[in-house]
């Protein structure tokens, strides 16, 4: 026996698979070292050094005219209006169709087995809406949220609107998967003791399963909140309002003492959000 | 009631909790009105106008749009085009994610308390003030270099490499690695500061230098973790690739950005396509690697 197991791990120590790894690793190296147009010293040539001396110079002293700044303040709040709203769309997208992405709420588990024993036509009708939902939600996640805003703003026009719309559209496929994986990592055993009493469907989420997840639930969508105002800075880059579009009209005017400002806002904003993001996580 | 265990993945929350039995307090009301009045102010600042999209001529707009996006241009030409642009936006990542992995690995062993000032690898050590300067100074420098990296966001990078060195993928790849290398450099020292110290203790006994402590009782311990979150941040960065192109830097981006900007919508669907082919293959291909490394 215990032979067996000895020569069984020599046998694994041999395989193949670092050799492997090291070739394609190697190939997809050169191969993307091309075709990226990687230029390591470029920033020791004359061209480059004139370049970074140039932006560097050109960002001091920042921007702090008290006209700037108050012209600013404006596009600052709406970066954290668009991503408070955004994510609040996110959670109303993504909360129904994480309910039913997950499997042992809509086919299989304790709530169905049940219902779905000796019922095939029953059990085809709660798989096809619980593969819907994942698609649904792979579908929204899966595209970018930068190509959703620009569509957007091509649908409903420049402005926050699009932004939120595509914070929202993204994140919830995002919140909606992990919220499914969430519900699937419940405990099972609550959601049977309230079954056993005669409870319904309705009445064992409520009371067995939502208590349960709730604070991963509201942890997790702050932890997006944080992402949504980084995000919805950046956004505005394709026009979706926020800071994004000052930093990009400053950046295009090379006017990069306006660049710095703008950034310093950006990482006071971004830690403030993080700041109060943690301070309610501690609270739960 | 503050507990670690609320985070993602971490440990089993009791049920039902002993303070569940207790109303609401008042703290809570305040924050649930603080929290609608919040919603509210920003309904009205991001001017939303939830008429244009459920009314019916909303509907029918965007019916429309989703019908020119069908069929997906499948000319050989255009497959072409998207290939070029898949392996573009794979280059650019994977080189990317390199270049940070560099950069963080460089950093990240100043930017850890316990590597480079304190802990148990200095207790013994005589309690000189400048001594103790002289460690800290990297440390701060190191872990602002990490702050500044990470915060600015990679859209805004790409901005600025594609000002400094042109179009292209090259400014693609220095904005993710420059980027990802802030955000690993701080992973990576969580990491650090949370390995157990026993071994190191161990080494430290047997009179080992601070070096051989570093690699045979510290790196072995966390190369793991490195390495998934190297692979995790490498699933990140094929998605941002794929959009860094709209401030034109290479990749599927810029094909989506022209495709959008000249209403060629049957390309664009294609090209989202060919993103989502290349975020399944590399997501697979990392929790392979994931699965036979750790």
Same mark, same amino acid.
């Given at each position: 026996?215990k032979?067996q197991?000895?020569s069984?791990?020599s046998?694994e120590?041999?395989?193949?698979?670092?050799?492997?790894?090291?070739?394609?690793?190697?190939?997809?190296f050169?191969?993307?070292?091309?075709?990226?147009?990687?230029?390591?010293?470029f920033?020791?040539?004359?061209?480059?050094?004139?370049?970074?001396?140039?932006?560097v110079?050109?960002?001091?002293?920042?921007?702090?005219?008290?006209?700037?700044?108050?012209?600013?303040?404006?596009p600052?709040?709406?970066?954290?209006q668009?991503?408070?709203?955004?994510?609040?769309?996110a959670?109303?997208?993504?909360?129904p169709?994480g309910?039913?992405?997950?499997r042992?709420?809509?086919?299989?588990?304790?709530?169905?087995?049940a219902?779905?024993k000796?019922?095939?036509?029953r059990?085809?009708?709660?798989?096809?809406?619980?593969?819907?939902?994942?698609?649904?939600?792979?579908?929204?996640?899966s595209?970018?949220?930068?190509?959703w805003?620009?569509?957007?703003?091509?649908?409903?026009?420049?402005?926050?609107?699009?932004?939120?719309?595509?914070i929202?559209?993204?994140?919830?496929?995002?919140?909606?998967?992990?919220?499914?994986?969430?519900?699937?990592?419940?405990?099972?055993r609550p959601?049977?003791?309230?079954?056993?009493?005669?409870?319904?469907?309705m009445q064992?989420?409520c009371?067995?399963?939502?208590?349960?997840?709730?604070?991963?639930f509201?942890?997790?969508?702050?932890?997006?909140?944080e992402?949504?105002?980084?995000a919805?800075?950046?956004?505005?880059?394709?026009?979706?309002?926020?800071l994004?579009?000052?930093i990009?009209?400053?950046?295009?005017?090379?006017?990069?003492?306006?660049?710095?400002?703008?950034?310093?806002i950006?990482?006071?904003m971004?830690?403030?959000?993080?700041?109060?993001?943690?301070?309610?996580?501690?609270?739960? | 009631?503050?507990?670690?265990?609320?985070q993602?993945?971490?440990?089993?929350?009791?049920w039902?909790?002993?303070?569940?039995?207790?109303?609401?307090?008042?703290?809570t009301?305040?924050?649930?009105a603080?929290l609608?009045?919040?919603?509210a102010?920003?309904?009205?600042?991001?001017?939303?106008?939830?008429?244009?999209?459920?009314s019916?001529?909303?509907?029918?707009?965007?019916?429309a749009y989703?019908?020119?996006?069908?069929?997906?241009?499948?000319?050989?030409a255009?497959?072409?085009?998207?290939?070029?642009?898949t392996?573009?936006?794979?280059a650019? #990542?994977?080189?990317?994610? &390199?270049?940070?992995v560099?950069?963080?690995?460089?950093?990240?062993? %100043?930017? =850890?308390?316990? $590597?480079?000032?304190s802990?148990?690898?200095?207790e013994?050590?005589?309690?000189?003030?400048?001594?103790?300067?002289?460690?800290?100074?990297?440390?701060?420098?190191?872990?602002s270099l990490l702050?500044?990296?990470?915060?600015?966001p990679?859209?805004?990078?790409?901005l600025?490499?594609?000002?400094?060195?042109g179009?292209?993928?090259?400014?693609?790849?220095l904005?993710?690695?420059?980027?990802?290398?802030?955000?690993?450099?701080?992973?990576f020292?969580?990491?650090?500061?949370?390995?157990?110290?026993?071994?190191?203790?161990?080494?430290?006994?047997?009179?080992? #230098?601070r070096l051989?402590? &570093?690699?045979?009782?510290?790196?072995p311990?966390v190369?793991?973790q %490195?390495? =998934?979150?190297? $692979?995790?941040?490498?699933?990140?960065?094929?998605?941002?690739?794929?959009?860094?192109?709209?401030v034109?830097?290479g990749?599927?981006g810029?094909?989506i950005?022209?495709a959008i900007?000249?209403?060629?919508?049957?390309?664009?669907?294609t090209?989202?396509?060919?993103?989502?082919?290349?975020?399944?293959i590399?997501d697979?291909?990392?929790?392979?690697?994931r699965r036979r490394?750790?």
């Amino acid at each position: 026996m215990k032979r067996q197991d000895l020569s069984s791990i020599s046998k694994e120590s041999k395989s193949l698979f670092p050799y492997l790894f090291a070739f394609f690793f190697g190939i997809a190296f050169i191969d993307s070292w091309r075709r990226a147009g990687i230029a390591p010293l470029f920033f020791f040539e004359a061209q480059g050094r004139e370049h970074l001396w140039k932006f560097v110079r050109g960002m001091f002293p920042p921007e702090l005219s008290s006209q700037f700044l108050s012209l600013m303040l404006q596009p600052a709040l709406e970066t954290i209006q668009i991503s408070v709203m955004g994510t609040l769309i996110a959670v109303l997208i993504g909360f129904p169709l994480g309910i039913l992405a997950t499997r042992t709420f809509s086919v299989s588990g304790i709530l169905n087995d049940a219902e779905i024993k000796g019922a095939p036509a029953r059990f085809a009708a709660r798989y096809s809406i619980y593969f819907c939902a994942r698609a649904v939600l792979s579908l929204f996640r899966s595209i970018p949220e930068f190509v959703w805003a620009f569509m957007f703003v091509r649908a409903v026009g420049l402005g926050p609107f699009p932004g939120v719309l595509a914070i929202g559209v993204a994140y919830g496929g995002m919140l909606g998967k992990v919220y499914s994986e969430i519900f699937e990592g419940a405990n099972e055993r609550p959601l049977e003791a309230l079954q056993s009493t005669g409870a319904n469907k309705m009445q064992t989420f409520c009371y067995g399963w939502l208590p349960q997840v709730l604070p991963n639930f509201v942890s997790y969508t702050l932890y997006r909140w944080e992402c949504a105002v980084r995000a919805s800075a950046i956004l505005g880059l394709v026009g979706a309002g926020g800071l994004g579009q000052q930093i990009e009209i400053s950046m295009r005017m090379f006017n990069f003492q306006e660049v710095l400002t703008l950034l310093a806002i950006l990482f006071m904003m971004v830690a403030a959000v993080d700041f109060i993001s943690a301070k309610v996580r501690a609270m739960l | 009631m503050s507990t670690g265990s609320l985070q993602p993945g971490g440990a089993h929350i009791p049920w039902p909790a002993p303070e569940s039995r207790v109303g609401p307090r008042a703290a809570t009301h305040v924050a649930l009105a603080g929290l609608v009045a919040l919603f509210a102010w920003s309904y009205y600042g991001s001017n939303i106008r939830l008429s244009d999209l459920f009314s019916y001529e909303g509907g029918l707009q965007i019916a429309a749009y989703i019908a020119k996006l069908f069929p997906p241009d499948l000319s050989p030409a255009v497959l072409q085009e998207a290939m070029k642009g898949t392996v573009e936006t794979f280059a650019i #990542s994977f080189m990317g994610t &390199l270049m940070a992995v560099a950069i963080a690995l460089c950093v990240v062993f %100043f930017s =850890s308390r316990n $590597l480079i000032y304190s802990g148990l690898l200095y207790e013994m050590e005589a309690k000189e003030q400048w001594r103790h300067t002289l460690r800290v100074l990297p440390y701060l420098i190191a872990k602002s270099l990490l702050n500044i990296l990470r915060t600015i966001p990679e859209m805004v990078w790409a901005l600025i490499f594609v000002f400094l060195v042109g179009l292209g993928p090259f400014p693609g790849v220095l904005a993710l690695g420059v980027h990802t290398g802030g955000v690993l450099g701080k992973l990576f020292g969580e990491v650090l500061e949370d390995i157990d110290p026993q071994p190191v203790e161990a080494l430290q006994s047997t009179g080992a #230098s601070r070096l051989q402590i &570093l690699f045979y009782g510290i790196v072995p311990q966390v190369l793991p973790q %490195f390495i =998934s979150y190297t $692979l995790y941040r490498w699933e990140v960065n094929i998605r941002v690739a794929a959009v860094l192109g709209f401030v034109g830097a290479g990749g599927l981006g810029q094909r989506i950005y022209i495709a959008i900007s000249l209403f060629l919508e049957n390309q664009l669907l294609t090209f989202i396509i060919a993103i989502y082919i290349l975020v399944t293959i590399v997501d697979y291909l990392s929790a392979y690697l994931r699965r036979r490394a750790i």
